[in-house]
């Protein structure tokens, strides 16, 4: 979707509260957690290269998100920094990038982003202390790629207050703790620690729940991808609506209890990375041998609902980001339980958004060990992979996070009333 080039502002009403989180990025360098590395990650084995000043503008990337592996010089105003994956495995394009800058004066500096590989993707988003995130004006971005050249020159407002360029908006670990604090006081919500990553951060899980928690669950999973923010915007969306006190999030309540993991890979987002955890591996690939303590407590959560005999498991989807947006359904003819939901959800969804055209794949990724696969053929439930745009605007973002829930609830609903 093409963002107006009079409006750069990306923040729906959904983003203001991540506006504190970004004041508090801006303010200071964030001190590190004690015992975890924070920051550009790759890079801290070979301390120094994360910050460079030309003697006015420095730029640094000690804070978590942050995502460059090297800073280089190259003249008065112009830096250079080396965007590079977290380790040799990543074969996705997803190439993060977040700097932050200041200068001792008001100016513009030139900023080349130098890709590895991939080159050029997310459009940069800038920001700025006080009013939160917006997109950098287009006119202030040159991609030049040509042979081996991948690179992306940024012109950047600077001054003595810093600011932020990131591939966008950061939504870091503390900005979905201050999203959960935000609903601690509704009786609905229940806020517990799934386990650790493997640096150690949390990983934390909210049930959703009527007061006498219903047998069927409903599992949404979330940020599997450290770039993946816009899928992490709409799951926000997508939970606050089941969290509303209106006759449908009541009914649905009373019928289904939900489980949310809404961020399974701390330590990729803290460390800005394009698409890993720590271990190497891409969680999303993990879902059948599960190396990795994320997808282990996936599994377990799963295994324990299949377990319990006042559970049963009759839903999973997992939200993700990609160049446009889309829903990874199961290839058709494939039977669930509860039968029909897929397309009933993708109908419902539809007709609640009459401008706007809902896109299916069925079958993405079949063949490999992501979660889609892996649940549907260890439960035989209907299965999905909610994907939003890089770029798709924020506010549209919110009503599809929406309008998914309601369409969710509601074909719920429907099918758990259907005569059998
Ligand atoms: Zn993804």
Same mark, same amino acid.
């Given at each position: 979707m093409e963002?107006?080039?009079?409006?750069?502002a990306i923040g729906g009403g959904q983003l203001r509260p991540f506006a504190l989180a970004l004041a508090l990025l801006l303010a200071a360098c964030v001190p590190a957690q004690p015992g975890l590395p924070v920051g550009a990650g790759k890079a801290a084995a070979d301390p120094g290269v994360t910050r460079c000043s030309d003697g006015s503008t420095t730029i640094d990337g000690d804070f978590p998100g942050a995502g460059f592996a090297r800073c280089e010089v190259l003249g008065k105003g112009w830096f250079r920094l080396a965007i590079e994956p977290e380790d040799a495995n990543v074969t996705n394009c997803s190439p993060w990038y977040a700097f932050r800058a200041a200068s001792k004066?008001?100016?513009?500096?030139?900023?080349?982003l130098d890709y590895a590989s991939c080159g050029h993707r997310y459009q940069p988003k800038i920001g700025l202390p006080g009013s939160g995130w917006e997109r950098l004006d287009p006119a202030a971005i040159e991609v030049r790629?040509?042979?081996?050249?991948?690179? &992306? #020159?940024?012109t950047v407002p600077v001054s003595p207050a810093p600011v932020i360029l990131a591939g966008q908006e950061l939504l870091l670990p503390d900005a979905y703790s201050a999203w959960m604090d935000r609903h601690a006081a509704n009786p609905a919500m229940t806020r517990s620690r799934l386990g650790l990553s493997a640096q150690g951060r949390p990983i934390e899980r909210l049930q959703i729940a009527g007061p006498v928690p219903a047998r069927q669950q409903v599992v949404l999973l979330g940020r599997q991808h450290p770039p993946e923010v816009t899928g992490g915007l709409a799951m926000i969306a997508f939970v606050d609506r089941?969290?509303?006190?209106?006759?449908?999030?009541?009914?649905?309540? &009373? #019928?289904?209890?939900?489980q949310v993991v809404p961020l399974l890979n701390p330590?990729?987002?803290v460390n800005g990375h394009w698409r890993h955890g720590t271990g190497g591996v891409d969680l999303n690939r993990d879902w059948g041998p599960f190396t990795q303590p994320e997808t282990q407590l996936m599994r377990d959560m799963l295994l324990g609902i299949e377990a319990d005999p006042d559970r049963e498991l009759v839903l999973f989807l997992d939200f993700h980001s990609t160049r446009y947006d889309t829903i990874y359904t199961?290839?058709?003819g494939l039977p669930t339980n509860p039968p029909g939901f897929l397309p009933a959800w993708l109908a419902d969804y539809a007709a609640?958004?009459?401008?706007?055209?809902?896109?299916e794949e069925p079958g993405h990724n079949a063949a490999l060990p992501v979660s889609k696969a892996w649940v549907y053929d260890r439960f035989g439930v209907p299965t999905a992979t909610y994907e939003i745009g890089d770029e798709t605007d924020r506010e549209l973002i919110r009503r599809l996070g929406r309008a998914a829930a309601e369409a969710m609830m509601a074909s719920l609903l429907a099918g758990a009333d259907a005569p059998q």
């Open positions: 963002f107006p080039a009079t409006s750069p004066a008001e100016g513009k500096v030139k900023v080349d790629e040509k042979g081996k050249l991948r690179n &992306a #020159r940024l089941l969290l509303e006190d209106d006759p449908l999030a009541r009914a649905y309540r &009373a #019928r289904f209890t939900t330590d990729g987002v199961l290839l058709p609640r958004l009459p401008d706007y055209t809902v896109r």
